[in-house]
């Protein structure tokens, strides 16, 4: 604001002062801040007369543009500059429309609403008002938040057959901004249309984007209907535009509201489909397994299905909980497309989705598939089945085999190194995730900390605290000081190899405990049988010596 002033003070003629050796600061305040101009009343002749000289040699129009350009900054300090102006020009030839509209905007400009009125009423007698100055009138008044004033001007426009144009609509929505209120917005459109005054459909959509920042999702619904009712169009652009805002936030419930009014009017095409599906299971509210499906039915019936909605549809079942469903929709897709290969990414999706949900021999065999179509695995395909395989409990045998073809077809990036070494980790195969470690240092990929902690971890696996000490301290020798991550990883390595060895020593004590256990119970099994606790039978036996050889065995 500093410059666009100084600039236009200095194009100003003014000969009392020298603009070029004066700073742009001291005419800002002289001629619109602290210093009021009322206290300055040569400058104001001065100014003045300096504006007038141009009038005989400049065309209205010529003369308008200078007005305006002059009071582009203007403010209420240089009200008598336009007072004295409407005198002058009013003692001239130059009293016509031109020159009549550059001074109603000057004093709307100023906010000078008594001088405003009574000028505006001689000019509506005068000539026909055009609605860009209707407009100005009634920014003035909004701008006093004087709504009344400015409602008793729409009226008088629309007694007059004039038809407000877009910045006068703009006007009032800026107003319940300004004021903080949104769902008066709505009620006063709404009530302005029933009476026979709609605004246009981009001050509907205006309404609806502040009814939306406001929170107010069942008005801006409402909005929708009224904008709809009112005759005006709303693109499929507009919709879907609706649509994904209503999603991003989780307002699930209007969002399929507003695509049932839509679909309404017009066919959802596949781009509309597309929204709906991801915003539906990409929102925080927990979708419906069976509502998705039912949507996903839904959609496949539409002659022209684009590679996006293919991807959005099989993405949204796997997130939902229904992978075999995705499977069929991917299948569909191939056939739909008569046979040839789908997008990269939807190959992605689908094994990402198989290995997600703890199908990993399922996703090996679609990427062997995939495999077999000619295709070349890239960086991502080959990131996603081996983090798919790492994650999963069930241990793939052809881990090994697919680090080596990996190895064998590309000079992997650091995250894929990560992924093949926590795979190898995961799987027991210590010995090669250190291997692999080893072979991206010498094919000079830099580990990052991730990556130590990364392998730190896999060698962890094996209970090797010797080698896990030994990669910390070569960490440190790298120049990369072990995170608060990479320390736990190490703690959780030694607790696990405490505890491994507690338990083993608890179970050799057990063991031994229970050997001991053993014997001492067959011992005393043997004593009972010497020494038989019953005294009649002792008895017996002592008197059994006098008898027969065969009774004494019988006593026995």
């Known amino acids: 604001r500093v410059w666009t002033t100084w600039k236009m003070l200095r194009s100003l003629p003014v000969s009392r002062i020298n603009l070029r050796s004066t700073s742009p600061s001291h005419h800002l305040r002289k001629y619109s801040g602290s210093s009021s101009i009322q206290q300055i009343p040569s400058d104001v002749e001065n100014t003045v007369a300096k504006l007038t000289t141009f009038l005989p040699a400049d065309s209205d129009l010529q003369w308008k543009n200078r007005l305006v350009k002059y009071l582009n900054t203007t403010t209420p300090e240089v009200l008598p500059i336009v007072q004295q102006l409407e005198h002058v020009i009013k003692n001239t030839k130059k009293d016509n429309v031109m020159t009549n509209l550059a001074l109603l905007n000057a004093y709307a400009r100023c906010d000078a609403r008594e001088d405003l009125e009574r000028f505006f009423a001689e000019f509506k007698q005068k000539w026909s008002v055009m609605p860009d100055t209707w407009q100005s009138v009634i920014m003035c008044d909004l701008r006093a938040l004087d709504l009344d004033k400015a409602v008793e001007r729409i009226n008088e426009m629309k007694e007059r057959n004039i038809a407000p144009d877009g910045y006068t609509w703009n006007s009032f929505v800026n107003y319940f901004v300004k004021t903080a209120q949104p769902a008066e917005a709505f009620q006063f459109f709404s009530k302005l249309a029933d009476s026979g005054l709609p605004a246009d459909a981009i001050a509907w ?7 939306f920042e406001s929170r107010l999702y069942d008005l801006e619904l409402e909005a929708i209907r009224k904008t709809i009712q009112l005759g005006h169009e709303i693109s499929e652009k507009e919709w879907n535009s609706t649509l994904h805002n209503l999603g991003l936030i989780s307002q699930t419930d209007i969002m399929m509201q507003a695509f049932a009014e839509m679909r309404k009017h017009m066919e959802p095409t596949s781009r509309t489909w597309t929204v ?11 979708t419906d397994p069976n509502r998705m499906l039912q949507l996903v039915d839904e959609a496949l019936k539409i002659p022209h299905i684009e590679l996006e909605q293919w991807n959005a549809m099989i993405q949204a079942l796997g997130i939902v909980g229904k992978p075999e469903e995705a499977f069929r929709v991917f299948e569909k897709c191939q056939e739909r497309k008569s046979g040839s290969i789908p997008s990269l990414r939807t190959w992605n999706i689908i094994l990402d989705l198989l290995g997600k949900h703890g199908q990993p021999e399922a996703m090996m065999r679609i990427f062997q598939q995939f495999k077999e179509q000619g295709s070349n695995p890239g960086e991502v395909i080959y990131s996603t089945v081996v983090s798919r395989i790492a994650e999963s409990k069930n241990q793939v045998p052809q881990v090994e085999d697919l680090v080596d073809e990996i190895m064998t077809s590309m000079i992997p990036s650091e995250g894929l190194f990560n992924a093949m070494i926590r795979a190898l980790g995961l799987s027991k195969k210590t010995k090669k995730a250190h291997q692999i470690f080893r072979e991206m240092q010498r094919l000079n990929v830099k580990p990052s900390i991730r990556t130590w902690a990364t392998i730190i971890h896999a060698v962890g696996h094996s209970g ?7 990669l910390v301290e070569e960490m440190k020798a790298a120049g990369l000081e072990p995170d608060s991550k990479t320390w736990g990883i190490v703690d959780m390595v030694k607790h696990k190899v405490k505890v491994f060895r507690v338990t083993q020593h608890a179970k050799k004590k057990e063991k031994k405990k229970a ?9 005393s099994n043997l004593k009972t049988h010497e020494k038989p606790e019953n005294p009649t039978l002792q008895v017996e036996t002592s008197q059994a010596t006098t008898l027969p050889n065969s009774q004494v065995e019988n006593t026995k």
């Open 464 to 470: 090797d605290v010797a080698r896990v000490t030994e």
């Open 515 to 523: 050997k001991k256990l053993a014997e001492s119970t067959s011992t």
């Open 276 to 286: 709906i599906i991801s915003d539906m299971a990409k929102s925080n509210k927990r």
């Open 205 to 211: 959509t205006q309404i609806k984007h502040v009814l």
